[in-house]
């Protein structure tokens, strides 16, 4: 089976080939035009731009994705699409684009949840003899799974019994954790997308500090700069950011201009201690309550290196397996759509002519 993928949610255009080969599956090509240098002068996305940019930008990329997998139209088996959620203007294009070429080339559309389809590149390694974590064994025997998904818009911890069957168990009950990463580097004025400046900075104070990380309990920094660790010790797997970015604006009013400049990096490595301290230590509760055996790390903030290596450790520290995707399938990529719409056809493969129901819904809930 070869999949075309595409994908364009938020300001990434993207479109992917997954070749399927008796069960093994191969990223042929994984094409991505980012829109983040035009965005960053406006400090974050604005749709309307964004849309413009994603019908300048989708039939290249498809063209490209195709020929750097050397493939034709012909050779194509199924369309996949990211129908939401996401910005409706954006997904629109991506969702007419699969359906005009499903019409052309006779071809069957998978409409694909974005959300699941971070959670899915980790299926990529899950399975793959020739992935560096594979061990015999995993696959179906590495059931239930615990998925941390965290992104500029979600954040989200979903109990996985198989490959299609999932339930979401907690969520953000205000911010997401990388909308809070955004806005705190707003607030600091350090430009867009706020998250890898913010885990830059703090990087800058774990060295200049020479620690080698901050645990998951609450503990003072020498400066006894200190920010709160919300919803860490509630009985339920729901988040909250909103009060993490607001103890952030309050200490930053407390200080001149001058005091700012010089514990920036301060601000930011208590920050993001914070906020991966109650990432970690609610995934971790998740996993013993379901008794899972693996726990996959999803989304754009997936490519955060402090989280990744935190949560790698303490799941580590219970004897359990863990996945995260190369940092090249943690952002927005249609490599992702096209894998999880793998396993979608393999339960239910659409028909020829079910591009007439298909419409890009932003709000679409990973259930």
Same mark, same amino acid.
């Given at each position: 089976?070869?999949?075309?993928?595409?994908?364009?949610?938020?300001?990434?255009? *993207?479109?992917?080939?997954?070749?399927?080969?008796?069960?093994?599956?191969?990223?042929?090509?994984?094409?991505?035009?980012?829109?983040?240098?035009i965005h960053?002068?406006?400090?974050?996305?604005?749709?309307?731009?964004?849309?413009?940019?994603?019908?300048?930008?989708?039939?290249?990329?498809?063209?490209?994705?195709?020929? /750097?997998?050397?493939?034709?139209?012909?050779?194509?088996?199924?369309?996949a699409?990211?129908?939401?959620?996401?910005?409706?203007?954006?997904?629109?294009?991506?969702?007419?684009?699969?359906?005009?070429?499903?019409?052309?080339?006779n071809?069957p559309?998978?409409?694909?949840?974005?959300m699941?389809a971070?959670?899915?590149?980790?299926?990529?390694?899950?399975?793959?003899?020739?992935?560096?974590?594979?061990?015999?064994?995993?696959?179906?025997?590495?059931?239930?799974?615990i998925?941390?998904?965290?992104?500029?818009?979600? /954040?989200?911890?979903?109990?996985?019994?198989?490959?299609?069957?999932?339930?979401?168990?907690?969520?953000?009950?205000?911010?997401?954790?990388?909308?809070?990463?955004?806005?705190?580097?707003?607030?600091?004025n350090?430009?867009?997308?706020?998250?890898?400046?913010?885990?830059?900075?703090?990087?800058?104070?774990?060295?200049?500090?020479?620690?080698?990380?901050?645990?998951?309990?609450?503990?003072?920094?020498?400066?006894n700069?200190?920010?709160?660790?919300?919803?860490?010790?509630?009985?339920?797997?729901?988040?909250?950011?909103?009060?993490?970015?607001?103890?952030?604006?309050?200490?930053v009013?407390?200080?001149?201009?001058?005091?700012?400049k010089?514990?920036?990096?301060?601000?930011?490595?208590?920050?993001?201690?914070?906020?991966?301290?109650?990432?970690?230590?609610?995934?971790?509760?998740?996993?013993?309550?379901? *008794?899972?055996?693996?726990?996959?790390?999803?989304?754009?903030?997936?490519?955060?290196?402090?989280?990744?290596?935190?949560?790698?450790?303490?799941?580590?520290?219970?004897?359990?397996?863990?996945?995260?995707?190369?940092?090249?399938y943690? /952002?927005?990529?249609?490599?992702?759509?096209?894998?999880?719409?793998?396993?979608l056809?393999?339960?239910?493969?659409?028909?020829?002519?079910?591009?007439?129901?298909?419409?890009?819904?932003?709000?679409?809930?990973?259930?």
């Open positions: 089976m070869n999949i075309l993928a595409i994908e364009t949610s938020c300001d990434e255009t *993207s479109a992917s080939i997954i070749k399927e080969n008796s069960g093994a599956l191969e990223v042929a090509s994984n094409i991505v035009s980012s829109q983040i240098d960053k002068a406006y400090g974050g996305v604005v749709p309307e731009i964004a849309a413009r940019h994603h019908v300048k930008n989708i039939i290249p990329v498809i063209l490209e994705s195709l020929a /750097t997998a050397s493939l034709s139209s012909q050779e194509i088996d199924l369309i699409v990211t129908s939401g959620p996401g910005l409706i203007t954006s997904l629109i294009v991506g969702v007419e684009a699969a359906k005009s070429l499903a019409v052309a080339w071809k559309v998978m409409q694909v949840n974005h699941y971070h959670l899915a590149a980790n299926f990529l390694y899950f399975n793959l003899p020739q992935a560096p974590s594979f061990k015999q064994g995993v696959g179906n025997n590495q059931f239930p799974v998925a941390l998904i965290v992104s500029g818009g979600h /954040t989200e911890i979903i109990l996985v019994e198989d490959y299609n069957k999932f339930k979401k168990i907690g969520q953000t009950v205000d911010d997401a954790a990388g909308e809070a990463f955004d806005k705190v580097a707003k607030l600091l350090l430009g867009y997308p706020g998250g890898p400046i913010v885990s830059a900075e703090a990087d800058k104070f774990k060295i200049q500090n020479h620690q080698k990380q901050i645990k998951s309990k609450p503990q003072k920094l020498s400066s700069l200190f920010f709160p660790r919300p919803m860490i010790d509630s009985p339920n797997f729901n988040f909250s950011f909103s009060g993490l970015k607001t103890a952030v604006l309050y200490a009013q407390k200080m001149t201009q001058e005091e700012i010089k514990k920036i990096p301060e601000i930011c490595y208590e920050f993001q201690a914070a906020a991966v301290a109650v990432l970690v230590k609610k995934t971790i509760k998740a996993a013993e309550k379901f *008794s899972a055996k693996t726990v996959f790390l999803a989304g754009g903030v997936a490519a955060n290196r402090k989280l990744r290596q935190e949560l790698e450790t303490a799941v580590k520290n219970k004897n359990l397996e863990f996945f995260v995707p190369d940092f090249k943690c /952002t927005d990529n249609a490599s992702m759509i096209g894998i999880a719409a793998y396993y056809a393999k339960e239910n493969m659409p028909d020829l002519d079910n591009w007439r129901s298909i419409k890009a819904d932003p709000n679409w809930e990973l259930e």
